[in-house]
């Protein structure tokens, strides 16, 4: 995938470098659309309901809100958390036969960091938004894909056949570097002999991780994280930085180095200064299949980001008596008979619900655990969340030669954004579509995350647009007056951040102890958050929390 | 003196019916419908010079700088008129207000002229004396440049050259009429150096008359272009030769009438001609209908359903007499439904089953036509085709891309089929490959529908064989992720194109 090239199109993405030229000569991205265009584009402010969130903290003015009615429920399972953790146990339920459970989530919407939206019928992320494609060793992944036909087959050899409307499309990847556009995201328009012979030196490395076996005999590293070696000589790469194992290896080259942070922030919405070298090794070498048609690398996408797999996994559960939406949990408590959940109705606030189950599993982050579960006991230590800024803007395509040559996933060398993907990458259509949403990314690293997290929440609509056109407008200048629409969405802890010996360390395993009768699923369990973990979670508390109810 | 003022009259009459003739014969050429086009640029061009000569009576003193002035103008304005529109044609979408804007322009000059003219010379005739003459030389003029154009002009000069001439007579009158008057005005020097200077623009112009209409000609279409419109898919233009019309979209060649017979022939009658019995077809492109057109020679066929994304083309087929005689009618045939849907969307819902399909797609030139080339096209196809049906795919030229051309075998293969390649010479396009699709073994047709001109068994048996030059080369399966297909043609035409 990142070295799909061809001369043809390098060509090509050379002509292009004239409009990029342009772009270098504005040097940093002088922001050149005034306020009344700005202000001529609709938008507005989203993200997950922190408000109600934060309710839940010990120090809320308004903890205690007066309670009108309180229903009584009994269910053999309570699921609180209705992100990719929690439909996964909801699905592996099904799976094993058993319907007799809760689900309870917060938002209006099931899916959690991979729901989607949609901007005038054009369907877009507004959070995790593709897959890359599986191993095969994957099992149970691989047997929920199967099912949605995104796995096909396999071939002779055992090799997935993958759906093909279904990997990403053709072109996937430009960065644009030095004024031009170059194909594929690994830099190598201007870069140094020297440095070009560093990343090639890095990938062979990669490819020598992917077929190292620890002591134990396992694999190095592996998705689920947890099946990877425990080898200490392996599992030693968690306690030093990305950054740091680099300057180990002997790698200073300056690209090299942006593509390795870009890296980070892109999967732990962090700087490889602050990642650990474990994860950040994990990203390149725990995925070394591909498939029959798949290269390794190559992704699987959807208009609507990871809201397509969300969605068939919460296919057929039935609303109102397994799961219920804008329902919070304000406390889960063992029991003798198993747990008891006091939960308010966030669409009346007056009602609330008395739930009783044999088990639950909390499928919310850890960070939200500790003020809901009683008697927690978890330390927590080295738990962080990087937060992130994502923006969809709606584009006039019509009269736009602006995009021209946009690929699925589209980046600038050597900025704070990862910049934007197009939602409409997979369409099938031939007329070309009046407009299209891009969906524009931004880990905020520039501060420490308690701080960042601060800040983001004080940023009020009109300097979020503008922070995203000023970006926009350095890719591509002129591009605000071809906006239509722009919504912002704040993830204030967008996803667990992998600090070096968070993986490895004590916090972390205790935390995967279920207290009692409560088992606990997310992917920050894992220190890594993605689809796999958080799928991975799901499953395992699922096994777990069945335990608990008589067959 | 008066005699060369009245010579004068004569000359910028001449010029002015000429701007108008340019105007008209380039609108009907770039637009098509002459008859439309020549009495709307009249109509306009006539209303113009009445503004023209309204606003004649606002113009006090100054009148002979003025005169000069508007002369050196209208040499200017109407002398490049041909080149600037023929330019812009294709880089502009409202070329419609340019035209007009440039008659209107021309035709308020123009009218401006006599008016001035008649007043300057109000001392020098009895009034009777001085209408009478005027308009004698203004309609000799009319005479005069009426009979040139068509007979002497456009064969000669060309349209672009013809309005550079006139405008250089146009400043020649102004310059002489700086020189007559040299004594009634004062700036006798800035007005000759315009002159001047506008003299040697139109006169490069003229030299250089032909490069301005090969680089015209570039963008255009070679023979006359009778109907052009852009609709939201694509620029659809017809042009038409002596005795043969050829269809564009988006600047690329669809057919020429003198030879799509061959094309459509060996599209259709090798694999349909081997389907027993076939009843409901499936035409997937080919909104020109000259592929159903070959399907209804088969009186066994009972339904034709056509898909194509631009209902524009097919109604063009529909409505203009004389393509609709070139597909035989096949839009209004009863047998025949059109329906405008994107080709993959459609079929990936279609759940009805066809004995024969013909895939004639453009091209694989971009990324999104490119995904009608894919892997899971042709499984798509392979679903909405009944037990012993088959499917013909144009798959571009083997001679000029044979790696694209054996890319969509391969990929076509990979789906399950097997498949036929062939290829036959189509004079406007060169070699051209076909590829049958199918599930049982297939043997050359001995029976075809009466009347062809092209296929037969002995010319099929020839489209089977590739030699050297277009032979089975390794490539890759075409696939959504890879686009393998459009870097292949990419790279194969730009090389035969250099």
Redesign the interface.
């Known amino acids: 995938m990142m070295q799909d090239d061809s001369i043809s199109r390098r060509k090509f993405l050379g002509r292009l470098g004239v409009a990029g030229l342009g772009v270098w000569a504005l040097g940093s991205g002088a922001f050149s659309c005034g306020d009344a265009q700005r202000n001529a584009i609709t938008g507005q402010l989203l993200g997950p309901d922190f408000k109600s969130g934060h309710r839940l903290r010990p120090d809320a003015p308004h903890a205690a809100q007066p309670v009108a009615a309180v229903r009584e429920i009994e269910t053999q399972l309570l699921i609180i958390g209705g992100g990719v953790a929690g439909l996964a146990c909801a699905w592996e339920l099904r799976q094993r036969g058993f319907q007799d459970f809760l689900l309870i989530e917060m938002e209006a919407d099931l899916g959690g960091n991979a729901r989607g939206g949609n901007q005038n019928g054009l369907l877009h992320p507004w959070g995790a938004h593709y897959l890359p494609v599986p191993d095969a060793s994957n099992t149970r992944l691989m047997q929920f894909l199967a099912q949605i036909d995104v796995v096909q087959g396999y071939d002779r050899a055992q090799r997935p056949i993958f759906n093909e409307l279904y990997l990403c499309h053709s072109p996937q990847e430009r960065l644009q570097i030095h004024g031009i556009w170059q194909n594929g995201l690994v830099p190598h328009t201007g870069v140094p002999d020297t440095e070009l012979a560093q990343i090639h030196r890095f990938f062979e490395e990669i490819e020598a991780w992917k077929g190292t076996v620890g002591a134990d005999g396992k694999k190095a590293f592996v998705i689920p994280a947890e099946t990877s070696s425990q080898d200490p000589a392996i599992l030693r790469l968690d306690g030093l930085t990305m950054a740091a194992y680099l300057e180990e290896r002997g790698y200073d080259a300056a690209h090299l180095k942006w593509y390795i942070d870009y890296c980070c922030r892109d999967d732990y919405g962090m700087p490889m200064a602050e990642c650990s070298a474990w994860a950040g090794l994990h990203y390149f070498a725990a995925r070394s299949g591909g498939g029959a048609n798949a290269e390794s690398g190559a992704v699987l996408t959807w208009p609507e980001g990871n809201a397509w797999l969300t969605n068939h996994l919460c296919a057929g559960l039935q609303p109102g008596s397994q799961w219920l939406p804008r329902h919070m949990a304000t406390s889960v408590t063992n029991t003798d008979e198993g747990i008891e959940a006091m939960v308010t109705d966030l669409a009346q606030p007056a009602n609330a619900l008395h739930i009783r189950a044999r088990a639950a599993v909390f499928a919310g982050p850890q960070y939200v655990a500790k003020h809901v579960v009683r008697g927690y006991t978890h330390a927590l230590a080295g738990f962080d969340y990087a937060p992130w800024l994502v923006a969809n803007l709606r584009v006039d395509l019509q009269s736009n030669s602006l995009l021209k040559g946009m690929c699925w996933d589209n980046v600038a060398y050597n900025r704070a954004s990862l910049g934007y993907v197009s939602a409409g990458h997979q369409s099938l259509a031939q007329h070309a579509p009046t407009a299209g949403v891009l969906t524009w990314y931004e880990p905020i690293t520039h501060l420490p995350p308690t701080e960042a997290r601060k800040w983001l929440l004080a940023q009020d609509y009109d300097a979020l647009r503008d922070r995203v056109l000023a970006d926009m407008e350095f890719m591509h200048p002129g591009i605000s007056a071809q906006v239509q629409q722009l919504d912002v969405w704040r993830w204030g802890h967008g996803m667990v951040r992998p600090v070096p010996g968070l993986i490895t360390g004590a916090a972390l395993a205790q935390a995967r102890q279920p207290i009692g009768n409560i088992h606990f699923a997310h992917s920050d369990l894992s220190g890594i958050s993605i689809f796999e973990e958080a799928f991975h979670r799901g499953i395992v508390a699922a096994a777990a929390a069945l335990q608990a109810v008589p067959s | 003196m008066t005699r060369l003022l009245l010579l004068s009259v004569f000359v910028i009459a001449t010029c002015g019916l000429i701007y108008e003739l340019v105007a008209g014969a380039l609108a009907s050429y770039l637009l098509g419908d002459s008859v439309t086009q020549f009495s709307t640029v009249i109509g306009a061009y006539l209303f113009s010079m009445g503004i023209g000569s309204f606003l004649s009576k606002y113009i006090q003193k100054n009148l002979i700088p003025t005169f000069i002035r508007v002369e050196i103008l209208i040499g200017l304005v109407g002398g490049f008129s041909a080149a600037f529109l023929f330019v812009l044609f294709e880089m502009v979408t409202a070329f419609k207000v340019l035209l007009y804007g440039q008659v209107a322009l021309t035709g308020i000059l123009v009218g401006l002229e006599i008016p001035l003219l008649m007043r300057i010379l109000e001392d020098e005739f009895d009034f009777k004396d001085l209408v009478s003459n005027i308009f004698t030389f203004d309609y000799i003029g009319a005479l005069l440049a009426s009979l040139l154009f068509p007979l002497v002009l456009v064969p000669y000069l060309g349209l672009i050259r013809t309005a550079l001439l006139f405008g250089i007579l146009n400043v020649a009158v102004a310059l002489w009429a700086v020189q007559a008057f040299k004594d009634k005005i004062r700036s006798v020097a800035s007005l000759r150096l315009a002159g001047i200077i506008s003299l040697i623009a139109l006169g490069l112009g003229f030299a250089y008359g032909e490069k301005i209409l090969s680089f015209a000609e570039n963008q255009t279409y070679p023979g006359k272009v009778v109907y052009a419109a852009s609709s939201?898919?694509q620029r659809i233009v017809l042009s038409r030769g002596r005795d043969h019309f050829r269809l564009y979209l988006n600047g690329n060649l669809q057919f020429d009438s003198r030879d799509e017979y061959r094309y459509h022939e060996a599209l259709v009658h090798p694999g349909l001609s081997a389907v027993k019995s076939p009843k409901d077809v499936l035409v997937l492109g080919g909104g020109d209908g000259l592929a159903v057109r070959e399907i209804l020679k088969y009186p066994s066929v009972e339904h034709i359903t056509l898909v194509d994304?631009d209902a524009e083309v097919t109604q063009l087929f529909t409505d203009r007499p004389e393509l609709a005689e070139m597909n035989g009618h096949a839009f209004t045939h009863p047998k025949v439904t059109v329906i405008h849907a994107?080709?993959?969307?459609w079929l990936?819902a279609c759940q009805q089953k066809f004995d024969f399909v013909t895939v004639d797609f453009p091209d694989p030139v971009n990324?999104?036509?490119g995904?009608?080339y894919?892997?899971?096209l042709y499984e798509e196809l392979d679903r909405v085709m009944a037990d012993g049906a088959i499917a013909a795919v144009q798959s571009t030229s083997p001679y000029v891309a044979p790696r694209s051309f054996w890319c969509v075998d391969r990929t076509i293969r990979e789906a399950g089929f097997y498949t036929v390649p062939y290829h036959a010479y189509v004079p406007s396009f060169g070699e051209w490959g076909y590829i049958l699709a199918m599930h049982r073994p297939w043997a050359i047709p001995e029976i075809y529908p009466k009347g062809l001109r092209f296929v037969d068994p002995e010319t099929v048996a020839q489209m089977l064989h590739f030699p050297t030059d277009m032979v089975r080369t390794d490539v890759e399966v075409n696939?959504?992720?890879?686009?393998a297909l459009?870097?292949y043609f990419?790279?194969e035409w730009?090389k035969y194109e250099e």
């Open positions: 939201p898919y994304l994107d080709a993959f969307t990936r990324y999104s036509v995904k009608l894919s892997l899971n696939r959504l992720n890879n686009q459009v870097q990419e790279a730009a």
